[in-house]
């Protein structure tokens, strides 16, 4: 039976292999957008097994220092705070089949976006205020269609985008389309629809008219009540059934 030390050997090798080709990255050894190694060149390079190697690519693609797709090998890239939220987001679909990270999730969402709507009503601009005018508008004319998630998310994103802020808006891109791809249709989309477009409204006004307490609290209300409108109500017990089989159980 393979001992603890043995266990942890491939993860503190793939650990090594990363930082090693992160530090030629960093020295230039390594110039920006030149494709790595082939995994075989590297496996004989550090003697490594290609699992080992892939958990080393894979280390420094969350890194930052590797950037992958177009069936091309890896690259050598440069951190930046965008390119580590997208791969992170990549990776929020394997937790979302727990409910209570996606209660975590909706509960960060909420935050970003209450904060946003009341930086929105206490300074949103013109152009601002338009933009989200026009959102609000599509989002009326998709009520009770497949295209109104869609101008949901848009009308909201207008929100946040007033903030100016590009790590918080692809936290809000990275949350809300992880999310809404794992939420179940609603019974009655029309009505649900109504709804939604009318707390928009209200917080567009809020928006409008500069007051900062009434947008952030009409959107905590609206995220919440979204949220809790798409909560399974637990099924109720037979309980006619359990008692007859009780009975039936206690008869000699």
Do not use: W
Request: aromatic letters at 4%; proline letters at 5%; hydrophobic letters at 40%.
């Amino acid at each position: 039976m393979a001992t603890e030390n043995q266990m942890q050997e491939p993860k503190r090798a793939a650990d090594a292999i990363a930082d090693a080709l992160i530090g030629q990255i960093r020295d230039g050894s390594i110039t920006l957008n030149d494709a790595l190694p082939t995994e075989r060149e590297l496996c004989e390079h550090f003697s490594a097994s290609r699992p080992t190697v892939r958990e080393a690519l894979t280390q420094m693609q969350m890194r930052g220092y590797v950037e992958t797709g177009g069936g091309k090998r890896p690259r050598a890239a440069k951190p930046s705070i965008q390119a580590i939220l997208m791969t992170t987001g990549s990776h929020l679909r394997e937790i979302l089949g727990d409910a209570e990270s996606a209660a975590h999730l909706e509960q960060m969402r909420q935050f970003i976006e209450a904060g946003a709507a009341r930086e929105a009503a206490n300074r949103a601009d013109n152009v601002q205020i338009t933009k989200l005018q026009t959102a609000l508008e599509k989002n009326f004319s998709s009520i009770g269609t497949a295209e109104f998630p869609a101008t949901d998310i848009a009308f909201h994103r207008a929100i946040v985008s007033v903030v100016g802020n590009p790590v918080i808006l692809q936290l809000h891109d990275m949350f809300v389309s992880a999310l809404l791809e794992h939420r179940p249709t609603m019974p009655e989309p029309e009505k649900h629809d109504t709804i939604a477009y009318e707390e928009h409204r209200e917080i567009y006004q809020a928006i409008l008219n500069g007051d900062v307490v009434t947008a952030t609290n009409v959107t905590e209300r609206h995220l919440a009540r979204s949220y809790r409108a798409r909560l399974r109500v637990p099924k109720h017990a037979d309980l006619s059934n359990q008692i007859q089989l009780s009975g039936q159980e206690q008869k000699p």
